[in-house]
């Protein structure tokens, strides 16, 4: 008997065909195909960018025209993307450097760093490029290993990447189960798991409102040491179902308010937010950029920093606000910068981005 899953190619070799998925259309990451393809499917990129769906796979980067018109990249530019993810904004920022400028691309996650480089050095193979498996806290190591005397711009997008969130298997969505994991850097030792296994009561609840603001801080602390006492932590929907437990709250009625009050956050979004910033030592990495930026930066450099958290925004506003009566700006942001109406109607996950910038001193 034939196996339908198996035949041979013109060549006469194997050949294996796609596991199908049940239903009309693929519904978990995995399957989504021709979403992995998309630069094969232009006519269903821009019908799920009509929905205002990101491709599975990829991701849209945000706030690019106001970006790209206050760093203003120009010809010759040496530009420091500290989080290259799909390489959004670091093709509009080579796009405009050219012809002499240079792109050093920063970023911890191994997997779509190897993917960016390879799309991006074939679609500008004319433009000098650099890439560091690093975090962006690594721009100075950089800035020495190129033998460059500082960077005209320096631009992070602190934000997941659309690729990081729809794939279960990173364990950083609530909405689909898998690993429990949530490193951005699979170097890092100490998972999502590890952390809800083994820290204190006070320590979680500490991590839940220093990072997230909870409000059921300490009711779900409480739950985990529960939860872990009878058997460890280690899926997504262990720690959803707790978090529903925690607030009182049935999958049903959650369910029920979202019909009668849409867009509300997901009960577990604070939760997995902080556990994610807790795992990747976020804040740390975000203060040790801050600190070496105006000594990576060419006298007038700029810097820009998009981040998603109110404690991210905060540290970065401080930051420059002091570096401004320091003298090591000579001009900062006087207000956010944030996405219009319209691009958080094409693309809903730059609902909470904010954009702020500072310019070094001459």
């Known amino acids: 008997m034939n196996n339908p899953e198996s035949s041979e190619n013109a060549e006469g070799k194997p050949h294996r065909r796609r596991v199908r998925y049940s239903g009309t259309h693929p519904k978990c990451f995995a399957e ?138 990173r364990g950083m969505s609530f909405r689909q189960d898998g690993p429990l994991d949530m490193r951005m850097d699979d170097r890092r030792k100490q998972t999502a798991a590890d952390v809800l296994n083994t820290l204190t009561e006070e320590a979680l609840s500490d991590a839940l409102w220093k990072l997230a603001d909870e409000p059921d801080c300490q009711a779900i602390a409480q739950q985990i040491v529960r939860w872990r006492q009878r058997e460890p932590f280690s899926r997504i929907m262990q720690l959803v179902e707790l978090v529903f437990k925690a607030k009182g709250l049935t999958v049903a009625e959650y369910k029920r308010q979202q019909r009668q009050k849409p867009g509300g956050l997901h009960p577990a979004a604070r939760t997995f937010q902080a556990l994610r910033m807790r795992v990747n030592d976020e804040l740390g990495v975000l203060k040790e950029l801050l600190r070496v930026v105006p000594d990576c930066l060419r006298a007038g450099g700029r810097v820009g920093i998009i981040s998603f958290h109110s404690g991210e925004d905060r ?45 070094n001193a001459v």
């Not at 050219?98 to 691309?105: D, I, M, Q, R, Y």
């Not at 650099?130 to 934000?159: C, H, P, T, V, W």
């Not at 003298?327 to 956010?336: F, K, N, P, S």
Request: charged share 25%; proline share 4%.
């Open 32 to 169: 989504k195909y021709k979403e992995h393809a998309i630069e094969a499917h232009p006519d269903l990129r821009e019908h799920l960018r009509e929905k205002g769906k990101t491709p599975a796979g990829t991701h849209i980067p945000i706030l690019v025209n106001e970006v790209m018109e206050i760093l203003h990249p120009s010809a010759g530019d040496i530009v420091a993307d500290c989080t290259l993810g799909y390489g959004g904004h670091a093709a509009e920022f080579i796009k405009r450097i050219s012809p002499g400028g240079k792109l050093v691309g920063l970023d911890v996650d191994g997997i779509e760093l190897q993917r960016t480089r390879i799309r991006l050095t074939e679609l500008y193979p004319d433009v000098s490029m650099a890439f560091y498996r690093s975090n962006f806290a690594g721009i100075a190591n950089a800035m020495k290993q190129e033998s460059i005397d500082g960077f005209d711009i320096i631009f992070a997008d602190l934000g997941l990447s659309s690729m990081q969130i729809d794939d279960p298997g």
């Open 315 to 359: 540290l970065i506003k401080h930051n420059f606000a002091d570096g401004l009566r320091n003298g090591l700006y000579q001009a900062i942001a006087d207000e956010v910068i944030t996405p219009t109406r319209a691009e958080i109607a094409a693309n809903s996950r730059s609902a909470s981005a904010k954009f702020r910038w500072a310019i």
